[in-house]
């Protein structure tokens, strides 16, 4: 099994890193970074929804089995409840800002349907 390390507000995965940007009760902002040929599980939240801003790199995204390629500057929007994921596309490392509304944030609010990492 694959374990996650915190350095204070900064998060390592198997896929890169994440860091707590802003966090209050209606809202939490994380900068993402994915590393070359990684992605994240393929994944819903009950309780979220995100908005996704591309700020470097290349990132393939899909959404309820819907393929998009984004680049940066490009935006997507995850509706609460709807199968999510990212990977980097890119030689570079991916880097996107994640802005999750709702009513909770918790990182257990994952429901993952496929990882590459067996969690």
């Not at 998060?11 to 890193?17: A, H, N, Q």
Request: proline share 3%; charged share 30%; hydrophobic share 35%.
């Amino acid at each position: 099994m694959v374990h996650s390390q915190t350095n204070g507000d900064d998060s390592v995965r198997p896929w890169g890193r994440y860091e707590v940007l802003q966090e209050s009760s209606s809202h939490k902002v994380k900068a993402i970074h994915v590393l070359p040929g990684k992605r994240l599980s393929y994944q819903r939240h009950e309780k979220r929804a995100e908005h996704w801003f591309i700020v470097k790199g290349s990132a393939e995204v899909t959404l309820d089995g819907a393929i998009k390629h984004l680049e940066a500057g490009d935006t997507v929007d995850i509706p609460i409840r709807a199968l999510h994921r990212i990977a980097n596309s890119g030689v570079d490392e991916l880097l996107f800002v994640e802005v999750q509304t709702g009513t909770y944030f918790g990182e257990d609010d994952i429901e993952r349907v496929e990882d590459d990492f067996g969690r």
